[in-house]
């Protein structure tokens, strides 16, 4: 069965530092992966995703995410992070060519910016 | 456009009573979910409409758990009854499935948050 890890649950940064969120994944097939976002207060809505192509997925507010197939990893990355980035990071994960593939959620990563 | 509505937000009841979330997708899209997500954890399934048929409620606890979307657009979900270990925030996700495409993303709800005492 596919799962999803994410390692940090809680990350407390100072804005302009460097974000970087871990996930991994088990499952040996094609993937579909993504990462959604939960800004307080708000609806989860989805940050980026990779399908195929270019492993280097660039997402909205200067995120990106780097799909690493060797070590089943998508890890989410910011150069600088603002205050405005605090909320909550699902990594989740599907089986490519499927549609019908439900998605499968990490537990998710608080993160917290001190102004 | 309005997004997915979810009603109520909030809800607090006694266990063992029912209790009912109510769902109105995006206008359009053919594909509801409903998820669960308890307190720190992420979203898990719990059943997938495509149209008006269940296409997939292998995570529903079917002995107290039941869900309908009528004509293909509002959904509700009921518990009955509802017991403590139900508290959590019961999510809504539509998408507009397209043949072909491996993925359709979901938009989500603002979610109901269940509070069993």
């Known amino acids: 069965a596919q799962s999803v890890s994410q390692h940090n649950h809680h990350v407390i940064l100072s804005e302009a530092a460097s974000l970087e969120l871990g996930c991994n994944y088990s499952y040996g097939g094609t993937v579909n992966l993504f990462w959604y976002v939960q800004y307080p207060g708000q609806h989860l809505q989805l940050l980026l995703k990779y399908f195929s192509g270019d492993p280097l997925v660039k997402g909205i507010k200067g995120f990106e995410a780097e799909f690493i197939k060797s070590k089943f990893s998508f890890n989410l990355r910011k150069p600088s992070v603002q205050w405005s980035d605090t909320a909550e990071y699902f990594c989740?994960?599907?089986?490519?060519?499927?549609?019908?593939?439900?998605?499968?959620f990490g537990s998710g990563t608080r993160l917290s910016i001190r102004p | 456009e309005a997004g997915v509505v979810q009603s109520p937000r909030y809800k607090i009841i006694e266990k063992k009573q029912p209790v009912a979330f109510w769902c109105n997708p995006i206008?359009?899209?053919?594909?509801l979910y409903w998820y669960r997500q308890n307190l720190g954890q992420g979203p898990e399934l719990l059943i997938r409409?495509?149209?008006?048929?269940?296409?997939?409620d292998s995570q529903l606890p079917k002995d107290r758990f039941s869900a309908e979307r009528l004509k293909g657009v509002d959904s509700t979900l009921k518990i009955q009854p509802a017991e403590l270990g139900d508290s959590a925030v019961y999510l809504c996700a539509s998408s507009l499935d397209l043949a072909g495409r491996s993925y359709n993303e979901q938009f989500f709800g603002p979610g109901t948050r269940l509070t069993v005492l």
């Open positions: 989740a994960v599907n089986e490519g060519y499927s549609s019908a593939s439900k998605i499968i």
């Open positions: 206008s359009g899209h053919n594909t």
């Open positions: 409409y495509e149209n008006e048929e269940a296409v997939d």
